[in-house]
């Protein structure tokens, strides 16, 4: 397993995909996976610091697990098949399945680290050669520039 950080999320153009951008820790392979528009918002709601008044979807569960006194001690993107990526929560021992997307904003709101298999960073990890490195720093200038509400549908 290989750790990975949250670059961002970004709408894809023009067919107006959600995708959120992970990258390596000790590597230069980014992972580029398409999400839901509700799991944009949230991703982006927290890297932005963005307090609802009411808590969104993966706030309750930070919250639920806090009260449980359950911390989550990772997520790991495991497989990809048929275009479709699968995650585990870890909770100690115990794993749950769920949807990337979903998994990586809840360990963003409790501090949780990310790790992918190696097969599937092999398979759809891209490497951004260095004359492309530009558009890596518009996508990071376009993140401090973008609004959560900008992914709603």
Known sequence: ????????????????????LLREVDGDRYLPIWIGAVEATAIAYEQQGVK????LTHDLM???LAALETPL????????????FFADLLFGEVR?????????ALALRVGAPIHCSEAVLDEAGIIIPDEQEDE?????EFLEQVSPEDFAS
Do not use: C, H, W, Y
């Open 73 to 84: 001690t990772g997520v790991e993107i495991t497989d990809l098949r048929d275009s479709i």
């Open 96 to 104: 749950v399945s769920g949807r990337p997307s979903d998994a990586i």
């Open 1 to 20: 397993m290989r750790e990975l950080n949250v670059v961002g999320v970004r709408v894809e153009l023009p067919t107006n995909q959600p995708i959120v």
């Open 136 to 140: 890596v720093e518009k996508f990071r």
């Open 52 to 55: 609802p008044a009411r808590p």
């Open 62 to 64: 930070r919250d639920v």
